[in-house]
């Protein structure tokens, strides 16, 4: 390629982003990714390290001191906690109830441990129950690990019941909390949890590109017992910590315009206050999701573990669920997402995240949306549609 | 943490980087950083992936199809070539002569692969017949990897020699370009390589966050041929492949603001042209270090594999090179490192990569850094170097 060929300026549509992630930035998190970079020993940088610590901690409600963000997008932490955690000899208990869920398990599967999945119908949460009886059958039990918010089906694992089950076979409690962190409440100390890890671009509203994670003493306890060392080494948290904590011990090139939008995206969630986002996120959620049943169509999460941040809609038979779909970004310019594996062509996934959850795009949605199934015979009532909503808004 | 211990927006100091990286990004770059996100399978978003995969063969001077950036830093890239090219069984010589090169052996060595380490004295190249002995000792051999430009030294590698020996004994040639890609020449087709990574952060000038990886067929074929899964899933090469090639495979959600930088930075290295780009490091780093010597400081990398880019300094033996550094930190705003491992406390890097590559940098930095000098009774001749430098710069 020579310089007449060069590519012109690349400009992104103006999109609204009601998938599964990721989910709108706030102006000024988008302003700070444009700032100037400094070095990742920088002293400055290493105040806004020592920041992003500080408010990780606080959005995952704990006092751990192994706290960070991991180089990389919230797979990365999902790579990180479960490929350092796991070694050959160790026995871990997986709950898979979606994608997600199976995706621990396939990389649990590459550290050369033993691994239990325990299944449940997609749509549905773990019955507690079953990891039980899988664990009193394979003793000891290294780790038990769980999907929180599972993003392919829109539940809600309850946690409480898992912790339980964990202090009882002495196994570390691993949480995947990529779609919970910042929209629903993530409770670290009060679960007990040993090692959570989340994304930056679902309900902390930051661009995608770094994972906060957190291990408790016994987590860390566990790191410094392996027997062998992790299969990573650009993810071995022993190391990142070091060049986390004091030690600044060089590893890799921090991201560091990625870690000036995390450190404004959690300032921006604390300073909302937790309760009141998690509120927010819930109102609008159920919002979104009377209306869609006065639309006409049916959810697929059961009402008890439905999540309020990611909403999965069954597509009627009638109905192309990916015309749908590409209409709505083309006529609308808004995102949403089909189903992923065992759901691929039979559910719409929409995202109220972060930013992106708001009484607007409630409304928004819920008359685009309503419009469109109506033009392809399906036959949405959309005043009932907006009268649910709003009166669930209370607007 | 509530809303009134929320911290204060984050304003890095202004910083001329010249250390081994990051180096300065064009403003249009960070301009880009800042755009609306987007989702990472829009139909933008899917095209300008596909205009980086372009503009990487192209700054790679390849045709290879297998062209990604890997979503974490230089790194990432480096993980992913090790552990995908290596397993079990496999033998692996890898040219060490300084940091970097000790980084990929650590990688390879927890593949389970046999590992040969190749020494050379740091500041020094890696003699090619030291390699084809081993390879002669050791067949068949399944990967040789060598560092092109080693930022621990600032020594650059002849690529040739070491082509040559990997066709005689039919092995991968895996090459390290973190610090070469856009700086010096890199000609992934005519040396016949197999596996290239680099970072961004470095002579194409970007933020750091992502690494530019390609791949030959042969390289491929291996990836085929793999007995055992890789180490990692988050950097499972086939899998980054089956997202960024038409397949569109769902497997991590990209860092999107990340690529809008670096299709930026790519395009601008295009346009200004590689040959004329190269040009500039070559003559920028020439003046660089014909002041340095004339300032009366010595150089650590032997002549005949100086690197342009990246320059080490021997620290004189009546200066504090700690204090020195951290003094042109806080009086000049410009930062530039100490040495890695055996080097620490021995030398200073100075980078001139990639924006922070100019002629006013050159005179600037020599300026500055005589003075520092003269300050802690080194008798420095900044006139001399000011006046080496121009003749090379010819201004």
Redesign the interface.
């Known amino acids: 390629?020579?310089?007449k060929?060069?590519?012109?300026?690349?400009?992104?549509?103006?999109?609204l982003?009601m998938?599964p992630?990721?989910?709108?930035?706030h102006p000024?998190v988008?302003?700070?990714?444009?700032?100037?970079?400094?070095?990742?020993?920088?002293?400055?940088?290493l105040?806004?390290m020592d920041?992003c610590r500080?408010?990780i901690r606080?959005v995952f409600q704990t006092n751990n001191q192994f706290t960070l963000a991991t180089?990389?997008?919230?797979?990365?932490g999902?790579?990180a906690a479960v490929?350092n955690m796991l070694e050959p000899g160790d026995h871990a208990i997986i709950g898979t109830c979606g994608y997600f869920g199976g995706?621990i398990v396939?990389?649990a599967e590459?550290t050369g441990a033993k691994v239990t999945r325990v299944d449940a119908e997609w749509g549905t949460a773990i019955e507690p129950e079953t990891i039980r009886d899988v664990a009193k059958q394979n003793q000891p039990v290294k780790l038990i690990a769980i999907v929180h918010a599972e993003t392919s089906t829109g539940v809600q694992q309850p946690i409480e019941p898992i912790s339980e089950i964990a202090k009882e076979f002495e196994a570390l409690l691993l949480i995947d909390c990529v779609t919970s962190l910042g929209g629903i409440p993530v409770k670290a100390d009060e679960w007990e949890a040993d090692i959570l890890y989340s994304?930056t671009?679902k309900c902390l509203s930051a661009?995608?590109?770094a994972s906060p994670i957190t291990l408790s003493e016994k987590a860390v306890q566990a790191l410094s017992e392996r027997k062998t060392?992790?299969?990573?080494?650009?993810?071995d948290l022993q190391k990142l910590e070091a060049y986390w904590d004091n030690r600044r011990a060089?590893?890799?090139?921090?991201?560091?315009?990625?870690l000036?939008?995390l450190?404004?995206a959690?300032?921006i969630t604390?300073?909302?206050?937790l309760e009141n986002r998690w509120e927010r996120h819930e109102r609008n959620g159920k919002a979104l999701q009377n209306g869609l049943e006065a639309l006409g169509l049916e959810l697929l999460a059961k009402e008890a573990v439905r999540l309020p941040v990611l909403t999965t809609v069954r597509i009627p038979e009638s109905i192309d669920g990916d015309l749908l779909k590409s209409e709505l970004?083309t006529n609308f310019s808004t995102?949403i997402?089909g189903g992923?594996g065992n759901l691929k062509g039979k559910i719409w996934r929409v995202g109220l995240m972060g930013e992106s959850s708001t009484p607007d795009n409630v409304l928004f949605f819920l008359s685009a949306f309503g419009l469109l199934l109506r033009k392809h015979g399906f036959k949405a009532d959309v005043t009932a549609a907006l009268d649910s909503a709003a009166k669930t808004l209370n607007v």
Chains 1, 2 share one sequence.
Request: net charge negative; hydrophobic share 40%; proline share 11%.
């Open positions: 390629m020579t310089a060929q060069a590519i012109e300026f690349f400009e992104p549509s103006p999109r982003l998938g992630g990721p989910s709108g930035a000024s988008l302003a700070a990714m444009g700032m100037p970079i400094i070095g990742h020993l920088d002293p400055d940088f105040r806004l920041e500080t408010m606080g180089p990389g997008t919230g797979t990365s999902m790579e490929m995706r396939e990389m590459r994304g671009q661009p995608p590109g060392l992790p299969n990573t080494w650009y993810l060089y590893h890799h090139t921090s991201p560091i315009s990625m000036y939008a450190h404004r959690l300032a604390l300073a909302e206050g970004l995102e997402a992923l």
